[in-house]
């Protein structure tokens, strides 16, 4: 699930509907804000313009508003309150008798208001000058209108009455018709996410096809597949990463054709090397026995030369017959023969033939069997013991049991031990561990490439003292 998320795809998925959210609420905020501004504005102007005309169709003084005269009568103010009222709103009318030296204010609330209800910077400005605000009361939106009542003279002069009046308008229309915007808006912007979320998925999936395609190609080309080649479409970036991979791997497949060519000829060469000297070393062993008894009635130093000569004869031949296995590996031309074994024999009878029965301990079970390449298992268990008793101590112990995996045979030696650095690469050809002894560097390796080839595995850990060696063949 997290790579859904954090994938090429699914960031052009979350990037696409991000732009596509954000796209959608300024759209809708924008124009939500312009068509509430544009209805608000609308109504406030209606009502202030109906406002405006009713107050100058009064020419007559209400209730003779002038010095000398008697104040306003109750019927004129609601009179003036009913042809100022628009639907279900209300008036307010606040009124100070010009004649009254003290600030004594008669108040004429309406139906559902009062004087309680106007703002107070409202109520300041409205002496002077119509002012308009819009305010939320008890849940609804209203529009007051606070302005001054003059009276209009024959002359055209306007002499201050000191009556205001506060015009409540309900905005409640205006609220519905936003409020059923919102609901269109809203389904615009689904739409919109929707359009956005196909586009998103169209365009990522033109976008990774070419990108898949190079990563199948690539696979490909790690498995071997070294002709892989992709079709080139196009001249944007994707063509010329496409055009740039295939020549890469063209590159690619001509370097390592070289190699391979050059790796096959190395093996040939190793191969012929070390079948061209059996001839020789068999003739050279055959006379290994007649020199050896020669050695004892010739004089010390001769006797000592004829004797290096034997050694080094015997390490040249145990080389030829390493590389002439390590080639049948290379070559993939080594087989198995498997054949059920009783393996307390097959280890007490390898190790009788190299004259090591009365220098290692066995511990194994007697009628212990298992199905294994009688010759492979020789081999490898030769080079663990023999690299035991020249390069570790005494005691040498082989032991083995049956898993319900298969088998288990370890060889342990006493000694100083491999040093950890050499540890890793104690099965690498040619390898020798501290550079010590006079091996070639193989057995190891050979023994190894016989344990792969039952399907088995080969480990190797330091102990205290000396070093452990675990063979795995799993049942055949």
């Given at each position: 699930?997290?790579?859904?998320?954090?994938?090429?795809?699914?960031?052009?998925?979350?990037?696409?509907?991000?732009?596509?959210?954000?796209?959608?609420?300024?759209?809708?905020?924008?124009?939500?804000?312009?068509?509430?501004?544009?209805?608000?504005?609308?109504?406030?102007?209606?009502?202030?313009?109906?406002?405006?005309?009713?107050?100058?169709?009064?020419?007559?003084?209400?209730?003779?508003?002038?010095?000398?005269?008697?104040?306003?009568?109750?019927?004129?103010?609601?009179?003036?309150?009913?042809?100022?009222?628009?639907?279900?709103?209300?008036?307010?009318?606040?009124?100070?008798?010009?004649?009254?030296?003290?600030?004594?204010?008669?108040?004429?609330?309406?139906?559902?208001?009062?004087?309680?209800?106007?703002?107070?910077?409202?109520?300041?400005?409205?002496?002077?000058?119509?002012?308009v605000k819009r305010q939320r009361i008890n849940g609804r939106m209203w529009l007051l209108i606070g302005t001054p009542v003059w009276r209009i003279e024959p002359i055209h002069t306007a002499q201050p009455t000191g009556m205001s009046v506060f015009v409540f308008v309900p905005l409640s229309e205006e609220e519905q018709l936003l409020n059923d915007l919102r609901q269109p808006l809203a389904a615009?912007?689904?739409?919109?996410?929707?359009?956005?979320?196909?586009?998103?998925?169209?365009?990522?999936?033109?976008?990774?096809?070419?990108?898949?395609?190079?990563?199948?190609?690539?696979?490909?080309?790690?498995?071997?597949?070294?002709?892989?080649?992709?079709?080139?479409?196009?001249?944007?970036?994707?063509?010329?990463?496409?055009?740039?991979?295939?020549?890469?791997?063209?590159?690619?497949?001509?370097?390592?054709?070289?190699?391979?060519?050059?790796?096959?000829?190395?093996?040939?060469?190793?191969?012929?090397?070390?079948?061209?000297?059996?001839?020789?070393?068999?003739?050279?062993?055959?006379?290994?026995?007649?020199?050896?008894?020669?050695?004892?009635?010739?004089?010390?130093?001769?006797?000592?030369?004829?004797?290096?000569?034997?050694?080094?004869?015997?390490?040249?031949?145990?080389?030829?017959?390493?590389?002439?296995?390590?080639?049948?590996?290379?070559?993939?031309?080594?087989?198995?023969?498997?054949?059920?074994?009783?393996?307390?024999?097959?280890?007490?009878?390898?190790?009788?033939?190299?004259?090591?029965?009365?220098?290692?301990?066995?511990?194994?079970?007697?009628?212990?069997?298992?199905?294994?390449?009688?010759?492979?298992?020789?081999?490898?268990?030769?080079?663990?013991?023999?690299?035991?008793?020249?390069?570790?101590?005494?005691?040498?112990?082989?032991?083995?049991?049956?898993?319900?995996?298969?088998?288990?045979?370890?060889?342990?030696?006493?000694?100083?031990?491999?040093?950890?650095?050499?540890?890793?690469?104690?099965?690498?050809?040619?390898?020798?561990?501290?550079?010590?002894?006079?091996?070639?560097?193989?057995?190891?390796?050979?023994?190894?490439?016989?344990?792969?080839?039952?399907?088995?595995?080969?480990?190797?850990?330091?102990?205290?003292?000396?070093?452990?060696?675990?063979?795995?063949?799993?049942?055949?």
């Amino acid at each position: 699930m997290r790579r859904i998320y954090t994938g090429l795809r699914g960031r052009l998925i979350i990037t696409f509907t991000l732009i596509a959210v954000t796209a959608s609420a300024l759209v809708a905020g924008i124009g939500y804000e312009l068509v509430r501004t544009r209805v608000i504005a609308r109504a406030e102007q209606v009502a202030v313009g109906d406002v405006r005309d009713t107050l100058e169709g009064i020419r007559v003084p209400i209730g003779g508003l002038w010095p000398g005269e008697s104040p306003p009568t109750d019927a004129e103010i609601n009179g003036l309150q009913k042809s100022l009222r628009r639907p279900n709103g209300d008036v307010v009318v606040r009124y100070k008798d010009p004649r009254s030296p003290q600030e004594n204010y008669l108040y004429y609330p309406d139906r559902d208001f009062s004087m309680s209800d106007v703002p107070s910077d409202l109520v300041a400005k409205a002496d002077r000058e119509m002012v308009v605000k819009r305010q939320r009361i008890n849940g609804r939106m209203w529009l007051l209108i606070g302005t001054p009542v003059w009276r209009i003279e024959p002359i055209h002069t306007a002499q201050p009455t000191g009556m205001s009046v506060f015009v409540f308008v309900p905005l409640s229309e205006e609220e519905q018709l936003l409020n059923d915007l919102r609901q269109p808006l809203a389904a615009a912007g689904a739409i919109m996410l929707f359009i956005a979320l196909a586009v998103a998925l169209l365009s990522a999936r033109r976008v990774l096809l070419p990108v898949r395609r190079l990563g199948s190609a690539a696979r490909a080309l790690g498995a071997g597949h070294l002709d892989t080649r992709l079709p080139v479409h196009g001249q944007d970036e994707l063509a010329e990463l496409t055009a740039t991979f295939n020549d890469t791997a063209a590159a690619l497949e001509r370097s390592v054709s070289e190699l391979r060519s050059l790796e096959a000829m190395s093996r040939r060469f190793v191969a012929d090397v070390s079948h061209e000297l059996r001839t020789p070393l068999t003739a050279m062993t055959a006379v290994t026995d007649m020199l050896s008894e020669e050695a004892e009635r010739l004089p010390s130093e001769p006797a000592a030369a004829v004797r290096l000569v034997l050694k080094e004869i015997g390490r040249l031949r145990t080389l030829v017959e390493q590389l002439i296995e390590a080639s049948r590996f290379d070559s993939g031309t080594a087989t198995l023969h498997l054949d059920t074994v009783n393996i307390a024999d097959a280890i007490c009878d390898c190790l009788e033939v190299r004259g090591w029965l009365d220098q290692v301990r066995v511990n194994v079970p007697q009628g212990l069997a298992f199905s294994l390449d009688p010759r492979r298992f020789d081999v490898i268990l030769a080079n663990l013991v023999g690299n035991a008793l020249r390069h570790g101590e005494p005691p040498v112990v082989v032991t083995a049991r049956s898993t319900p995996n298969g088998l288990e045979m370890k060889v342990r030696d006493h000694g100083k031990g491999i040093p950890p650095s050499d540890l890793p690469h104690v099965f690498n050809r040619f390898y020798k561990a501290g550079a010590r002894g006079d091996g070639s560097g193989l057995g190891l390796s050979i023994a190894r490439a016989n344990a792969h080839l039952h399907g088995g595995t080969i480990s190797v850990r330091p102990q205290d003292p000396g070093t452990l060696f675990t063979v795995w063949l799993p049942p055949a």
